[in-house]
């Protein structure tokens, strides 16, 4: 058994899972020549829901993020998370934006692309794996992991190799709700591992406790990489500690190599932005406990810190366990998804509704018609047709593949962004979220041009 690898999160899903993905750059910058010394197997530093954060919270470009952490991460693999044909966004975008989104990361520093699906549905994967391999980028496919009647460690073996076969240099098991048992762990590991050819690497979560020993025995297993978080931003919601699971592993064959002193630097650091957060009431205790209702609920830490906040400004917190128990009813009506980005906010949404109304399906959002419908892909088993067409009435349903609706894109979107752009990347951020781009762009031109924010907006939108 070679060395273990380990893949560092704290610059992007530590953060996300703990306080809703509010990390600012600038409480990163200080650390990343220090943690380029560590030799991680890589920092997952970009995708995910931190394109959005920066826009819509924090007034940061996040191209120009992840150009400014390459500039300071010289040795050390970038990696990002890449939700197949709806690229970091919530709809499924045309081939030729989610193709030249991935040949923007890739020329602005990103080394690997972990790229996955909320349904396990392989179509959605295959513009984006051709596209990484086009650029010369390390293509993780990533299973989305879950428990259901219709899920199997045979299933997902089988999901393996079908991506293997479509380009896969490796393979991630995704396990976004901290699901996966200790033993469990170890079977799917074993299983995989004699199915597929490529490196494998675990992701998962400390919601319910079980991280560590899930860790342990994949690793006991043959997993090759785990992902794990620098302890003041560990555990929760979050992932294992970095350091626990080095010191684990030290002095045996599965050692990692890695030196608990240099951690300890990454970890002083850490401490300091964690009090940040402490004190600005950003990170929720509720967060950092372990909750192991999770196995019942499987709701992943990014979802539950959605709920808690849609919950919140409902003024309704305190129907938190009533929503979390209708969100396994809502998952099974809409043909047992995955629960993870974006099929976890939109079943988590109707959830909230359902409780709020105080009637299942009295409303129904939008995103969630899409999926009953088939807008994003094919779900893991079939939607019952009558509760198809209570949701949906007479409009027919998707069955090819949903990007194959969609013509091309990418001239219309450069057009409309025109005005705006100064860069060629804004083409993909105005994709992704239009109007909230919009802003960021209208914010963006106001300081260069040194204008008062609060000056007539008029003229902001008339500065060449």
Request: hydrophobic residues 40%; contains cysteine.
């Amino acid at each position: 058994m070679a060395k273990v690898k380990i893949c560092e999160t704290v610059l992007r899903d530590a953060h996300q899972s703990l306080v809703a993905t509010r990390m600012t750059y600038d409480q990163m910058a200080p650390i990343l020549e220090e943690m380029d010394k560590v030799g991680y197997h890589a920092l997952e530093a970009w995708g995910g829901a931190t394109f959005d954060s920066c826009l819509r919270f924090l007034d940061e470009d996040p191209w120009d993020r992840l150009r400014k952490i390459r500039a300071a991460v010289k040795n050390t693999k970038l990696q990002m998370l890449f939700r197949g044909q709806n690229i970091l966004g919530y709809r499924h975008y045309s081939d030729d934006v989610v193709e030249y989104f991935v040949q923007k990361s890739i020329a602005n520093g990103i080394d690997i692309i972990r790229i996955f699906d909320a349904l396990n549905d392989p179509r959605n994967l295959e513009t984006a794996i051709k596209a990484t391999k086009k650029e010369g980028g390390h293509v993780q496919a990533a299973i989305s992991y879950t428990t259901s009647p219709v899920h199997s460690n045979e299933g997902f073996a089988e999901y393996a190799k079908q991506l293997e076969s479509m380009g896969a240099d490796s393979i991630c098991v995704k396990d976004m709700a901290g699901l996966l048992t200790p033993y469990n762990a170890y079977d799917l590991v074993k299983t995989l591992k004699s199915t597929v050819s490529i490196p494998l690497e675990l992701h998962t979560h400390y919601t319910t406790g079980l991280a560590s020993m899930t860790l342990l025995k994949a690793i006991e297993a043959g997993c090759d990489i785990v992902d794990t978080a620098i302890s003041p931003l560990a555990m929760g919601t979050s992932q294992a500690p970095t350091e626990s699971i080095v010191a684990a592993l030290a002095g045996t064959e599965y050692d990692t190599g890695l030196d608990l002193n240099q951690l300890n630097k990454v970890a002083v650091h850490f401490t300091k932005v964690r009090e940040d957060f402490i004190k600005s009431g950003r990170l929720d205790p509720k967060v950092l406990k372990v909750n192991v209702n999770t196995l019942r609920y499987q709701v992943p830490g990014g979802m539950y810190s959605n709920l808690l906040s849609q919950l919140k400004q409902a003024g309704k917190s305190d129907k938190l366990e009533e929503v979390l128990a209708e969100v396994p009813n809502v998952r099974a009506d809409a043909g047992y998804p995955p629960l993870v980005t974006p099929t976890s906010q939109i079943v988590g949404t109707q959830a909230v509704f359902n409780v709020i109304m105080g009637e299942r399906y009295k409303m129904v959002t939008k995103e969630f018609k899409g999926v009953v419908k088939g807008e994003y892909g094919k779900t893991p088993v079939d939607i019952d047709p009558e509760f198809r067409k209570k949701i949906i009435g007479d409009e027919e349903a998707i069955t090819c593949r949903p990007a194959d609706m969609l013509k091309p894109e990418l001239e219309k979107l450069r057009e409309e962004v025109k005005k705006w752009s100064i860069q060629d990347e804004d083409v993909l951020t105005y994709a992704l979220f239009e109007q909230v781009a919009i802003d960021f762009f209208e914010k963006r031109k106001a300081k260069m041009y040194g204008i008062d924010e609060n000056s007539d907006k008029e003229n902001k939108l008339h500065i060449v």
